[in-house]
């Protein structure tokens, strides 16, 4: 493999951003850094400032910079209103893109940018990174081996306590926000495709969002594997609890205080036991699986996990559970 580092534009420094400017940095081998992008050209050189970066080339919008910089790749953490636009002035200026989840807030424009990516032959890699928490790792591959024997069902539960709308202030707040990372870890730890989806959602009283924030639906997936999904950004205290009923066994991921997780397990008529996995002795970030993967991706070609058109499979749950939220029925999910 070629091994010449990745010029790469960074599109969005604060919150996540920072996070992923890091991993880049850390990863000279690979990546590197040639410009910076905010909502303000201040922003950027703020942040390239306190990197001590004070030669890097900083801009305000992307056009701008895609017209300035000799750039092979752009790494997007903008707030994903932005992100349609965005890649495809990537695109047109002949540069892979790995972007934030979700890709965009639409299936069928979607849809379009990964036949986009696909006609320009460019990478498109979307950072779905909780499939690549050390208890969701070992999860699939126990699944996958048949451990504890076939899968029965599921039951997942996320409560948590934003009570403040962040980036995305539209309709279906939490299943744009949070639900994209349920059902693309299902998908994952499964390995098999969901088909059908039936989904209610309402906004409690309190709620100071613009959409609802609880979201009750059953996920079929092939084989007759039934999901029953709880979440919400309105509960009082924080919980994940996703709980795989196995012929003999039943796996349980769970947390208490952040999305770290532990793993446990129970045998028939017995409790729950921690077998001593815990995300948080993962010394490996979440992210650098899919930042290797759209490295190894752009150099050798063919498909990846999280690639976009994989990613159209996560996003056909979330299209499937709004509009069966709408219509109190039994909609089908579109198959990728």
């Not at 390239?48 to 919008?61: I, L, P, V, Y």
């Not at 909780?130 to 699944?143: A, G, M, N």
């Not at 050798?300 to 559970?321: H, P, Q, S, Y």
Request: hydrophobic share 40%; aromatic share 10%; with cysteine.
């Amino acid at each position: 493999m070629n091994t010449k580092p990745l010029r790469c534009v960074m599109v969005g420094v604060t919150n996540r951003g920072k996070s992923m400017t890091d991993l880049l940095q850390a990863d000279s081998e690979h990546f590197e850094i040639v410009a910076l992008v905010d909502k303000t050209e201040e922003f950027a050189r703020c942040e390239a400032q306190r990197r001590g970066w004070n030669d890097m080339k900083c801009f305000g919008s992307i056009k701008d910079c895609l017209r300035q910089v000799k750039a092979e790749a752009a790494i997007i953490t903008s707030p994903a209103r932005f992100h349609g636009e965005q890649i495809r002035d990537c695109f047109e200026a002949g540069l892979h893109v790995l972007v934030a989840k979700p890709l965009v807030y639409d299936l069928r424009e979607a849809e379009q940018l990964v036949e986009l990516a696909e006609m320009k032959n460019l990478s498109l890699v979307v950072d779905q990174q909780y499939q690549f928490f050390l208890t969701e790792r070992t999860v699939s591959e126990w699944i996958k081996n048949k451990k504890y024997g076939d899968v029965g069902f599921i039951d997942f539960k996320i409560h948590r306590h934003r009570p403040n709308m962040a980036a995305f202030t539209g309709d279906n707040p939490f299943i744009w926000e949070q639900g994209v990372h349920s059902f693309n870890s299902l998908l994952s730890i499964l390995g098999r495709p969901a088909v059908s989806v039936f989904a209610h959602q309402i906004k409690p009283k309190w709620s100071s969002y613009n959409g609802p924030t609880v979201c009750f639906g059953e996920i079929e997936f092939s084989g007759g594997i039934p999901c029953q999904y709880l979440g919400t950004f309105d509960s009082r205290a924080f919980t994940i609890d996703m709980r795989i009923e196995c012929e003999h066994a039943a796996i349980r991921t769970v947390a208490n205080k952040s999305f770290l997780k532990e793993l446990e397990v129970a045998l028939p008529g017995q409790t729950f036991e921690s077998v001593g996995i815990k995300d948080t002795d993962d010394s490996q970030p979440a992210e650098r699986f899919n930042l290797q993967a759209f490295y190894k991706k752009i150099h050798e070609g063919g498909r990846c996990i999280n690639d976009g058109r994989d990613n159209l499979r996560t996003l056909a749950i979330v299209d499937a559970f709004i509009r069966s939220s709408q219509s109190r029925k039994w909609e089908s999910v579109r198959q990728f």
